[in-house]
C-alpha cells in the first residue's frame, strides 16, 4: 500500500470538475485508491462519494492505493490535483 497526504489547493476544494478529472485519472488504473478525510474514507473512482468528503481549500485529504499500479496511481492523481486551476 501506498499514500500521501496532500493540501487541497483549489479555490473552490474538490467540487464537481476537479472531482470528475480525479474520478476519470483513478478509473484507469487497476489498484483500489482511497480518498480519507477527517477519518472519512471514500473510494477515488466514485464522484458522489468524492463530492460528500466535502474537502475546501486548505483541508488535508490523504490519498491510498494498494495494487500493482499502486505508485503511478498516486503520482497521477497528485499530478492532477496539482495542476487543476478553477
Not at 10 to 25: D, E, F, I
Not at 46 to 73: H, P, Q, V, W
Request: hydrophobic share 40%; glycine share 4%; with cysteine.
Amino acid at each position: 500500500m501506498t499514500d500521501v497526504t496532500f493540501v487541497v489547493r483549489n479555490k473552490v476544494g474538490l467540487h464537481a470538475r476537479p472531482a470528475s478529472l480525479l474520478v476519470k485519472t483513478a478509473s484507469r488504473f487497476e489498484s483500489k485508491i482511497t480518498i480519507i478525510k477527517e477519518n472519512v474514507a471514500v473510494d477515488a473512482k466514485s464522484i458522489l462519494s468524492l463530492l460528500t468528503l466535502g474537502a475546501c481549500k486548505g483541508d488535508r485529504i490523504t490519498i491510498t492505493a494498494n495494487g500493482r499500479d499502486e505508485k503511478e496511481a498516486i503520482q497521477k492523481i497528485v499530478d492532477t490535483l496539482q495542476n487543476f486551476e478553477d
